[in-house]
């Protein structure tokens, strides 16, 4: 498999805390995604990056702020976590993009209690 | 705007028998398609692409998928399920003009019965 992996692949925390997920590659890929999963919805893009510093917001991107300071890691915040963050949340690499597909972490199950 | 719709929520076929998933698109130009399967607690594995050519693109494991442009369709087959094959299936269509974003369809769940 590519490298790409998460971190944590699980956490439990409470509501209101700040918690941040991490996303590292090693393929020196260029795009890089962060998409939440939940049943009934597929999955839906809450920010991606196309270089360092180069980010912009998906779909779902309220509650959730990013950051890329190095090509290989993409970091996902949930500023103050609530209930209806509770999710899957996978990472998603690819170089051009369009060509290829994605290359999908094996994602982080968040629980907010 | 892009979309994906996958209209079966679930699907349940025999072993050994053959299956169809189905995969509708709204995209404005020429679409860029993407079949993954995702396993129980795993994350989600490329089976097939289309994005020009023939139209009939060969997949991983088995899979075929046919793009029909007239249909705004890319329904995934398999001559042949095995019981392995018990997953969810996502189509996805690639926005090459804004940042190469995904958008994934709701999935398909496939049970397969021995």
């Known amino acids: 498999d590519a490298g790409i992996t998460q971190s944590p692949r699980h956490k439990v925390t409470e509501t209101g805390t700040p918690v941040t997920l991490r996303c590292h590659q090693t393929?020196?890929?260029?795009?890089m995604y962060w998409y939440r999963q939940d049943p009934g919805h597929g999955l839906r893009l809450i920010h991606y990056?196309?270089?360092?510093?180069?980010?912009d917001k998906g779909e779902v991107s309220d509650g959730y702020s990013v950051s890329r300071s190095k090509t290989e890691d993409f970091l996902l915040t949930l500023e103050s976590a609530t209930s209806s963050q509770t999710s899957v949340y996978f990472c998603?690499?690819?170089?051009?993009?369009?060509?290829?597909?994605?290359?999908f972490g094996s994602g982080t199950r968040l629980t907010v209690v | 705007a892009q979309s994906v719709t996958q209209p079966d929520i679930h699907i349940t076929v025999s072993e050994g028998a053959s299956l169809e998933l189905r995969c509708n698109y709204s995209?404005?130009?020429?679409?860029?398609l993407f079949w993954y399967v995702q396993s129980p607690g795993q994350g989600l594995q490329l089976l097939l692409k289309?994005?020009?050519?023939?139209?009939l693109v060969q997949g991983i494991k088995g899979f075929e998928a046919e793009f029909k442009r007239s249909q705004s369709s890319f329904n995934l087959r398999k001559p042949s399920v095995h019981w392995s094959d018990a997953a969810e299936y996502f189509c996805?269509?690639?926005?090459?003009?804004?940042?190469?974003?995904?958008?994934f369809g709701t999935g398909t769940s496939l049970t397969v019965i021995p």
């Open positions: 998603a690499i690819t170089d051009t993009g369009r060509g290829y597909g994605y290359t």
């Open positions: 393929e020196n890929h260029r795009y």
């Open positions: 990056s196309y270089g360092v510093k180069d980010t």
């Open positions: 995209y404005g130009a020429t679409p860029y």
């Open positions: 289309y994005f020009s050519g023939d139209t």
């Open positions: 996805a269509v690639v926005a090459v003009n804004t940042g190469n974003q995904f958008y």
